[in-house]
């Protein structure tokens, strides 16, 4: 009951030229209820209504501190159910007449239903109003037919007239509060949709940009946040059940999540426990205008996972590999540094070259320390030390400078698995 329900119901009878298109039967003769009496007691249920909001406001907290203009509409709220209830006494009366207004009152309810979704209340607040303007209708029905001398079936459908018109207004009521909550809930996940987007946007966008993004979206604009790719082939037929601050976009090809505050106890937890049955990566925690290098990151984790670089695990934190993430960054250079440095191996048979390099790195790892070496490959020490000599042979100077030894190993690593890195 947020706007206006007189204009609400002028516009819409306007608008349309509808009419009551719902003849109500009720049970029962009105043969013994004369006009005069019908008149006193239209007078009586338009007098109604200011005890019916006192008592809603007394009753229901949702509507105990209203505004003035809320206060006005709720009482053009109760006014349009009692005139409905009279269009259904003058219908029976007069078998079968028209409403007198042309209105369409089962849409003018759904109105007010979606009325009430925009003002942040309650369905069960607008149906326990509905109720009470029923007993207070009860009531008064009581007391005056006694004051009228009414018959017991004419009082009888003029109650049952009530709650045909209170079914009513809750049934459509409820149509119209759930319809408007569909629609919000729609454009909330498109406005969020678009936040998500945003954050991974390159160029990255301004920080006004996001502020407003996410008033929209109505998210917290936290100071950190990562990127979780989740490892797919396509859309994720179900998403994983995350908490609702978490962005999510697992209808993307390759889908990925936005978790604000990642380093917090409480959400490592929700992200294990969510993401238990999926593979993913987890990116760096970044200030949200970078949120596009975390998802970069992130994407990257899972393909040196695919090519052996990192080892496979259900969840990888970003976090955990730095330096193997710093080294795959650029790749096109990678890939120079490993053919510069190990072309002294480019001659040999494939085998012999594997042999030598595995021997290498595995040197450069263990602090160039032979029987280290020799007990990490399972080999004898007098093995490793006459694969040394050859690999003294063949690189010389780069086996004792420690700037050398360095890219050696960045080189040897990058072609382990035989990826790009991996000279010709």
Known sequence: MAAPIGAVIAGHAGEHGMTMRDATSINGSADRTEAATVELLHADVLGSAAEMVREIQDQVPEYASVSEQEAQALRQGVDLALHRYLELVDLHVSRGALGRNGIDWREVYRLVGAEEMRAGRSLEALHAAVRICARVASRRLRAFAERQGLPPNAVSWLAEAIFDNIDEVARASAEGYAQALEEQAGELGRRRRHLLELLVADPPPSERALIAAAAAAHWHLPRRLAVVVVAASGPLAQPPPLAPEILSA?????????????????????????LAQHHAAVGLPVAPAEAGKSLRWARLALDLVDRGHLPRQPIIWCGDHLATLAVFQDEALLSVLAKRRLAPLAGLREDKRQLLAETLLAWLSFNR???????????????????????????GEQMRDPGLRFELELALRADRSHGPGRPA
């Open 250 to 274: 697992c209808d993307d090809v390759e889908p990925y999540l936005i978790v604000p505050d990642p380093e917090g106890r409480a959400q490592v937890r929700a992200l294990v426990n969510g």
């Open 369 to 395: 320390n032979a029987n280290e070496v020799a007990t990490h490959l399972h080999l004898h020490p007098q093995t490793v030390r006459h694969r040394l000599r050859q690999l003294t042979d063949l690189f």
